[in-house]
C-alpha cells in the first residue's frame, strides 16, 4: 500500500499498482485497514481490488468477519 501527496492510495500487488482509491474512498480504506489484523487487511485489500471472488464465495460469506 503506498500514499500520494494527494491523498490518493494506490494497493500493490507484487510492486505493480492493483487499485487506486481516491477522495473519500482513500480514507475510509485506511481507516479500516488501521483496525485490522495483517491477514484481515489482506482479505480487504483484495475485495476492495476486486480479486476477491474464486469459488469459496459462500463458505466466505458464513465466516462472522464477513457479516458486515
Do not use: C
Not at 494497493?11 to 485506511?30: C, K, P, Q
Not at 484481515?40 to 475485495?47: G, H
Amino acid at each position: 500500500m503506498r500514499s500520494r501527496k494527494n491523498g490518493d492510495l494506490e494497493i500493490l500487488h507484487r510492486g505493480r499498482v492493483a487499485s487506486t482509491l481516491r477522495g473519500g474512498d482513500a480514507e475510509a480504506f485506511r481507516a479500516e485497514i488501521d483496525a485490522l489484523d495483517p491477514a484481515e487487511a489482506q482479505q480487504w485489500m483484495a475485495r476492495v481490488t476486486g480479486n476477491y471472488k474464486r469459488g469459496n464465495e459462500r463458505l466466505a460469506s458464513q465466516h462472522p468477519r464477513n457479516r458486515r
